[in-house]
């Protein structure tokens, strides 16, 4: 008798089998817009599904390492990282991950929508980047800290090129450097000093406890200038050159890869998952930086401006990994046989597939939003796109987060027992999956953010006007559905109407994240609304049902069985 071996899944291409990714790219560009992204889309997904699957595959069978000193004793503090991790890097440079927003062609070719572009390129390149896609995240928050108008010309122009450059040999990304092991998100318990030195530059000693991507050649930093007082308010963003061949302080012996001085990576975390990423505890003494703006005016304004792009980034993450999952869940589906047939024909499984396929597609949606809304603020300086953008960061955040942990965890039990073992490569989507609910604020730290922003700035009216809109576009679309989101519409603007009249009070406080999560779902399916009124299917049967699920709690089994084919 022979062995029987499970066929391998293949999912389809990620961008032509993707029916909502090619619909939202030919509503927000036009055919004319769309039209010009798809060979650049094309060719990122010819090789996501050739050599980036291998290399994300060779990324994470072989983890980071600290070398701490070389044969002779000496402190080299070195992290070495796989040729797939490589390959992953110089793909990102090669396609434009990070670039296109701030390439004038893209901006001449798509205007306000080039984050669109780059949205559509994050949703193919991350869920298989060996999670390369978080300094990526940070390379682009650092380009749009270093883009703003108070850096120093000379500092932006050494280093902005390179970040947003698409030539492999010379792109770098960024590190992110904040939290502190007494603080973590609290920042006005951050310890780092900044001081001054003659030359205009900066010296910061302090002990930074979770550095990500602790081998890119920068990172940004966040330090109290001496003197400054106390809270997180006076906290000012620095530029901090990694390696000593960036390094004015370094000797003229120091090999290139050695750490500038002041720099010590104390360890490597062994953490759950991203497992192929270098993340370290890193230690600074006099460390050079360089300040990106003045930091005699409060900075944590200014270091927001990142936060809002890895925020997104986040979001895009979740999305883009659920999609992938899907794809996966689908193919086993097909080839995997029980009771007498192909699992993708058991109306159970068919069920649970479309559920998980309306939550993607939920979850599309929020992160697309927050990217066409940061281009219109960087692109056009829509003050509309701004303020709501201000509330639409943390929600797409916390909600794709948490969206994101729950479908991983179901892809896995869609495999059986194949996706509790770890060379099948399923439990790393579970495993990476969980760190997206953590990173740039817990789902608590979001909820109290957006409690802040909509009782200090109103930021909730900008919502509460698209669910208005929204709901008047789902009268002929679905009217269960319009009254649904009526009825959640006004129960939020009494909501709100209560943080903003007492945002301190303990049951207001108390009840940050449901409020949060139930703004972020009715958002959602808005967002799905407007893109059926435009002419997608898929995104009105969408609609209807995430509302059901997520709005009014219902079983939507029957009919996620029913549809599964049109949802995804």
Known sequence: MSRYVQPVPTPDDPYTGDALLRSWLERHLGPAGHAA??????DLAADVTGPLRAAHADAEAHPPTLVRYDGWGA???????SAGWQAQRAAAARHAVVALPYLESARASFGTAARVVQHALLHLYAPESATFSCPVAMADGAAALLSLPGVDPAVRGDWLPRLVSTDPDTAVVSGQWMTESQGGSDLSRSTTIGRPAADGSWRLTGEKWFCSAADAPIAVALARPEGAGRGSRVLAPYLVPRYAADSPLAGASTGPDAPAPGITVHRLKDK????????????LRDAYALPLGDPAVPGLARAMTLVVVTRVHNASAAASGMRRGLAYARAYAQSRHVAGGPLAANP?????????????????????????????????????????LRVVAPLAKLATGRLAVSSASEYVEAFGGAGYVED???????????????????TNVLA?????????????????????????????????????????????????????????????????????????????????????????????????????????????????????DTLC
């Open 448 to 564: 109290v953010d957006v409690l802040r922003a909509v009782a200090r700035e109103d930021a909730g009216g900008p919502l509460l006007r698209r669910l208005d809109e929204a709901t008047d576009l789902a009268c002929p679309l679905s009217p269960e559905l319009a009254d649904t989101l009526a009825t959640v519409t006004a129960e939020l603007r009494d909501a709100l109407a209560g943080a903003v009249a007492d945002p301190r009070a303990a049951a207001v406080v108390a009840g940050a994240r449901g409020l949060a999560l139930r703004m972020a779902y009715a958002l959602a399916t808005a967002l799905l609304v407007e893109h059926a009124a435009w002419g997608d299917e898929q995104a009105g049967l969408a609609a209807r049902l995430w509302a059901r699920r997520w709005l009014r709690h219902e079983e939507i089994a029957v009919d996620a069985h029913r549809h599964l």
């Open 272 to 283: 759950l998952g991203t497992r192929a990423l270098p993340t370290a505890e890193i230690g």
């Open 75 to 81: 402190r080299v503090d070195r992290i070495d990282t």
């Open 424 to 442: 099948t490569g399923v439990p790393r989507l579970l495993r990476d999956a969980q760190v997206l609910p953590i990173w740039e604020g817990t």
């Open 348 to 388: 159970l499984h068919r069920a649970t597939l479309g559920a998980l396929a309306v939550d993607a597609a939920g979850a599309f949606a929020l992160a697309g939003h927050a990217f066409a809304l940061l281009g219109r603020v960087e692109v056009g300086g829509d003050p509309d796109a701004a303020a709501e």
């Open 37 to 42: 992204a798809k060979g650049r889309l094309a």
